[in-house]
């Protein structure tokens, strides 16, 4: 069962309520559509036939439970795994995705839990490390610290004391947001955050979704992988639910309710619906 708002149609697709969030419009071409993306390791089937579309200018949530197949989809389009079969499409036009070298020249970046940062340098070395600037073959510490610290105003990022302030210093959440920032600064229109708010305490998750919010308000594409669906419920404008390896459930957050995405995520169905007298009301689940 594949349940998805542009594929299908609602009787009454018309009277539905709007997503919670301004973004891109559902008619306009995905920034990012899979369509029948499937990846298998040996005799398990890890991806089947997976169908998304990705909008810029919206977070796009996706949940499901532990072995569903979430770590596997980011890997394939982020190109650490290329997939064995379905179709990539990038703006309209079919691509290949085989090494995080062709999703980088897409302008796909990936930050993954641990946020592969460096707690020994600071947040100008992290933001630039493996591309910095060179100025006659030397570092060119004045531009790295300009751009930095503009990066870092754009999205709004205020917490921190100084840019040249030690990673291994800061906050869960200003480690994400500098770990977001390197991803923005690589002219990134599609990033993909994995769990962003695990183990952050509540004044830093706050810190994190509004980071995330900027993203998208910039027009940025964003999928966020995460397991808190008070997260998920208060920053997504989509919501796609994976259960062993397929795509269960995909649509605007406005058509679920957390108890609807827990029936999704624990068992692949949805065994009730919700109608008002007056049309589907923002809870219609098309299970």
Known sequence: MTIDGETGAHPNEGDRAPAPHSGASTH???????????????????????????????VTALVGDNGAGKSTLIKTISGIWPPDGGEVRWKGEPVHVRTPKDAAALGIATVYQDL??????????????????????????????????????????????????????????????????????????????????????????????????????RGIAVLVVSHNLTDVFAVADRLAVLYLGGMVGTGPISDYDTQGAVELITTGSYSRRYQAATGPSNNDLKG
């Open 28 to 58: 306009d071409e995905p920034l990012l559509r899979l369509r029948g993306l499937s990846k298998r390791f040996g005799a398990v089937q890890a991806l089947n036939e997976v169908d998304l579309d990705i909008a810029a200018g919206q």
């Open 116 to 217: 592969a940062l460096c707690d020994n340098l600071d947040i100008v070395s992290n933001m630039f490390l493996g591309h910095e600037d060179l100025r006659r073959r030397l570092l060119d510490e004045s531009r790295m610290e300009l751009t930095a610290k503009q990066t870092l105003a754009d999205l709004s990022v205020t917490t921190v004391r100084s840019i040249r302030q030690v990673v291994g210093s800061l906050s869960g959440g200003q480690r994400q947001s500098v770990a977001v920032a390197r991803a923005v600064m690589s002219d990134a229109r599609l990033v993909i955050l994995d769990e962003p708010t695990a183990a952050l305490g509540v004044s830093q998750t706050a810190l994190v979704l509004e980071l995330i919010r900027r993203l998208a308000d």
